[in-house]
């Protein structure tokens, strides 16, 4: 592609490079969906600098990225979001009525943050999940990072969470 | 045609018959019949859309009403546009849009000409079902141009189509989904494209308004006059509001020969500049430097006895070519009568050796409208995108229809369609690579290279990928070679123009100008050059071109709408011939400060809006006018002003009562030009050393909003484009003057500022450095008729830059 000079990573590059190959030539718009999703997958959110630096490599005018960035719920656009963990619980009308509503209260006052906020030790991000994620027979559900977790109680979301607090502050030790 | 050969189909609307193109839109043949179907959406020029529903009509046999705008006619088809059922549909969509509409029409510019307040008069019901709380759109800055209040969008999307279909870059977009989707650009920045006013004209509700005029007067308050624009030679239809006299805003008016629908950024803002702080109001005359204000029998026996006291050998005539042709005409047979030979519009030309061989004028040798139906363009010196948006639209039209553009310019230009090949050189190397392709076009077309041009062309190797250029011309059936401003403002004009003639002769190509200014056919067939009179007839006697009146000085100068430090070639020049000279009589609108120091008489003419005139574009229409605003103070129409100079130099049949006079006179001289440019190349006349590896050189085209003292005052557009102020180099040669970290042409929010030592001649200007990779190496862009510019020397040139 025409960019010389990117700000994408090697690995987000490399991403993008393996979807364009699926698509004709002059399709860059084809990868997008996918080069945003490389972007989230490494920044756990979108930049402007990123999606413009995308819409460079996929020789799209930048508008056209914000366009379908801002309109998948998948991807985030605020830099808070970039927590080790993002919670989404699906608060929809399966969801709802099975009682979503204890879940999000409870993951509120576990971790002393409302929807749409990020804890300040950055372990979590707790999003505003506004659409139903397709797994109404297991409801209430939560997306935990890329996992779905069905039928929840709020013990069983006690548990989850703490093993991804484990395992990142674990992470960290080895790094130190 | 009749029905049996399916060119129609036969349908009926309200039970009136029409016949219709099979496969058109049934919103287009109702407007056709003049039946009036509601639309936000809809835009002829754009594509369907189809999400406003606003266009619903009740068709038979469709189970629900139909959005008449994506509606394809089928033969006997039945509509009704005002049955119950569509009213019904129409007044419910209403209402939905309605929604989140806020009621600010008293503090909202479009009131008055708004499309929604419009249709709800005609569709809309005096109560909402709607009680929750509208919805609020916080407003980015999208720059000077262009004022936006988002609440009030309706999410039509035609903004947004206009910016991919027609501007050719997408600016506007809607981000966001369901009930928060939004329009806008996202990310606060300002617009870029040359064209984007228009999204003001076609935005059916208040959220896209015109910034500069925002609450000045209300729509009904206005008065319309149709009119031209006045910055290219296209002669975009404008229409212009005036408001008690006073000239308030510009809009587009529709012409579809010429501006189609659209108009540039420059045209419709440039009206700012009428009411600039340095109008005049008085005739004035310096006595022993001091400026006086005089009444105008005064000013004009003055200026009779200053032109009767010298002989005609010392007097110098230059005028602008955004002049209107009356004015030109009047000057130009005045002039001539009283033995003045020394007359001129080009003023930013420097190579004038081949000007007999321009024809009557230098035209575009087509129509406007055809460019659209050529295969294959090649540009030589052309920023058209910027020179002349409107002429840019259909090039593109015509490259979106598979055209192949090729250019070759002196640094790279970035088009808003794709280039198939683009050569990029310095100025001086520009010649060889033109000749590169001149000779491939004589090889290629088997055509016997004249002798003029053996020398050059033993200079330059052909390779075998400079081929494309004239291959690609000599394939195509319909193809033109534009010879733009670049090439005319360019040390080697002449040499430019023969190689392009050569290669426009031998490919079967049509030679295409695309001059500077306005009016510059009409200075030409006015007679406004020292080599011919009007109508293209050879003068009597071959006065000095504009060129020679500078560098050489005359006695008196008669000045017509000029500033000759940013209208000329030559800044410095021009200055040192005026200062020299004894009598300088400027007719003008503006008196800036050098004027006011050079110049010993003033005559105040009416500014653009303020006078009638005509016009003539590149294809040779002549475009008449009326004054739309009052003129200001005691300024007068300068065809007036001049009419009463030849009365007082009692040159013969100068009675004229009316501008519509002089026009007839001289259209009936006209009768018989010829526009057709004439190709034969016998050789070249200009030679230029190359650029030296020490120095860097100039490339000094015209700014976007720098080209003519109403523009130079517009105060939104100025500000819109700060980067015409600044020199600009490529990366690489600011690092050679040790220069690193700079801000770029594209990146609008730069922090800093970083100012360089600009000297040409003798005179060291500071100003902003910008890079622009687009700028080949040892050269250096810095546009001509900006203020910085002004104190220095030619456009083309070799220039130091120090840090
Ligand atoms: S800003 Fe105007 S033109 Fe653009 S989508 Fe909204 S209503 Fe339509
Ligand atoms: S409603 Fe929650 S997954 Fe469908
Ligand atoms: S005009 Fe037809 S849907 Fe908008």
Not at chain 1, 100 to 108: A, K, P, R, T, Y
Not at chain 2, 60 to 71: I, M, Q, S, Y
Not at chain 2, 112 to 117: D, K, N, V, Y
Not at chain 2, 766 to 789: E, F, R, V
Request: with cysteine.
């Amino acid at each position: 592609m025409a960019a010389t000079q990117t700000i994408l990573t090697k690995h987000e590059t490399d991403e993008i490079d393996m979807w364009l190959k699926r698509f004709p030539e002059d399709r860059g718009q084809s990868a997008l969906l996918a080069a945003l999703r490389a972007v989230m997958h490494e920044d756990h959110y979108l930049s402007t600098e990123k999606m413009d630096a995308v819409a460079d490599y996929l020789g799209l005018s930048k508008i056209a990225v914000y366009e379908v960035a801002s309109f998948y719920s998948m991807y985030e656009l605020e830099e808070k979001a970039a927590a080790k963990n993002t919670i989404a619980v699906c608060t929809n009308i399966s969801c709802m009525l099975n009682g979503s509503d204890n879940i999000v209260e409870h993951i509120e006052e576990k971790l002393g943050i409302k929807m749409g906020e990020t804890t300040p030790d950055g372990e979590f991000f707790f999003k505003i999940e506004e659409e139903c994620l397709a797994a109404c027979c297991g409801a209430p559900m939560m997306q935990l990072n890329h996992v779905y977790h069905e039928n929840l109680t709020p013990e069983k979301v006690d548990e989850l969470l703490d093993g991804v607090r484990s395992k990142a502050s674990l992470k960290n030790k080895e790094v130190s | 045609m009749s029905n049996t050969d399916k060119q129609f189909v036969t349908i009926t609307i309200n039970d009136k018959e029409i016949e219709a193109v099979p496969g058109s839109m049934l919103i287009d043949v109702a407007d056709k019949s003049d039946i009036h179907i509601p639309r936000f959406c809809y835009h002829k020029k754009l594509s369907v859309a189809a999400n406003c529903r606003m266009c619903l009509v009740d068709v038979e046999k469709a189970p629900k009403p139909l959005p008449a705008c994506a509606t394809p006619v089928n033969e006997g088809m039945v509509v009704w546009t005002k049955s119950e059922r569509a009213l019904t549909a129409q007044k419910d969509t209403m209402e939905f849009l309605l929604i989140n509409h806020p009621l600010d029409c008293p503090i909202c510019d479009q009131g008055g000409e708004c499309e929604l307040q419009d249709l709800s008069m005609e569709f809309g019901s005096g109560t909402s079902n709607f009680h929750e709380m509208k919805r609020v759109v916080v407003d980015k800055d999208i720059g000077e141009l262009v004022a936006t209040e988002m609440t009030r969008c309706i999410q039509c999307t035609r903004c947004v189509r206009f910016g991919e279909e027609i501007a050719g870059m997408r600016e506007m977009g809607a981000t966001g989904r369901g009930d928060r989707m939004e329009i806008g650009t996202f990310v606060e920045k300002s617009l870029d494209s040359e064209i984007s006013g228009n999204i003001i004209d076609i935005c059916p509700v208040g959220a896209l308004t015109a910034k500069p005029s925002r609450y000045h007067s209300r729509a009904w308050e206005m008065m319309q006059t149709p009119s031209i624009a006045s910055h290219d030679c296209v002669g975009s239809n404008v229409k212009l509001h005036t408001f008690k006299k006073k000239l308030v805003r510009v809009i587009a008016a529709e012409n579809e020969d010429i501006n189609e629908c659209w108009i540039s950024d420059r045209d419709r803002f440039s009206y700012q500049g009428v009411y600039a702080d340095d109008r005049v109001e008085k005739p004035m005359i310096k006595y022993n430097g001091i400026w006086k204000e005089v009444d105008w029998s005064t000013a004009l026996d003055r200026t009779v006895e200053k032109l009767t006291e010298v002989s005609a050998k010392d007097i110098a005539v230059l005028a602008s070519a955004r002049a209107t042709l009356e004015e030109l005409y009047l000057l130009q047979k005045s002039m001539r009568s009283i033995g003045v030979a020394n007359i001129d519009h080009r003023l930013r030309q420097v190579d004038f050796n081949d000007q007999e061989s321009s024809g009557a004028y230098p035209s575009l040798g087509m129509k406007i409208a055809d460019i659209e139906n050529l295969d294959s363009i090649l540009l030589v010196g052309s920023n058209v995108r910027k020179e002349q948006p409107m002429i840019n639209q259909r090039i593109r039209k015509a490259a979106l229809n598979g055209a192949k553009i090729m250019c070759v310019n002196p640094l790279e230009l970035d088009f808003n369609y794709d280039v198939d090949a683009q050569r990029v050189s310095n100025p001086v190397e520009m010649i060889k690579t033109l000749a590169i392709i001149a000779k491939a076009s004589y090889i290629l077309s088997k055509t016997e290279i004249p002798a003029g041009l053996n020398d050059l062309f033993t200079s330059v190797r052909l390779n075998k990928a400079d081929k494309v250029f004239a291959e690609n011309l000599i394939a195509s059936k319909n193809s033109a070679v534009f010879l733009g401003s670049i090439s005319m403002q360019h040390p080697g004009y002449s040499t430019l123009r023969a190689l392009s003639k050569a290669i426009a002769g031998n490919t079967g190509s049509t030679l295409a100008y695309l001059s500077g200014a306005s009016n510059s056919a009409g200075a030409w067939l006015a007679g406004v050059v020292p080599h011919q009179k009007e109508a293209g007839q050879k003068a009597d006697i071959i006065g000095k071109n504009a060129g020679e009146m500078l560098s050489k000085t005359k006695k008196v100068y008669m000045l017509l709408d000029l500033e000759l430090e940013r209208d000329s070639d030559n800044p410095q020049q021009a200055k040192a011939a005026m200062n020299q000279a004894d009598t300088i009589i400027a007719v003008t609108p503006y008196a800036n400060k050098t004027l006011l120091s050079l110049a010993d008489i003033i005559l105040p003419s009416a500014a653009y809006a303020e006078t009638s005139g005509t016009y003539v574009n590149a294809e040779g229409t002549w475009q008449s006018f009326k004054a739309a605003a009052k003129s200001y103070g005691e300024a007068r129409p300068a065809w007036k002003i001049l009419r009463v100079l030849g009365n007082k130099l009692d040159v013969k049949g100068f009675d004229y009562v009316s501008s519509k006079d002089v026009r007839n006179e001289l259209q009936g001289l006209c009768e018989n030009v010829n526009n057709e440019n004439p190709v034969s190349v016998e050789g070249i006349y200009t030679k230029l050393d190359d650029v030296t590896s020490q120095s860097l050189y100039r490339i000094g085209n015209v700014g976007e909003f720098s080209g003519d003292s109403l523009v130079r005052r517009a105060t939104a557009l100025q500000k819109s484009n700060p980067e015409q102020n600044a020199v600009q180099l490529n990366a690489k040669q600011a690092a050679l003057l040790g220069l690193k970290d700079l801000p770029t042409v594209d990146n609008e929010h730069a922090e800093k500022e970083v100012m360089v030592d600009v000297k040409q001649g003798e005179v060291v200007v500071s100003m902003p450095l910008l890079i622009n990779d687009n700028i080949p190496d040892k050269c250096a862009l810095l546009a001509s008729g900006t203020k910085s510019s002004s104190l220095l020397g030619s456009a083309f040139g070799e220039i130091e830059i120090t840090a």
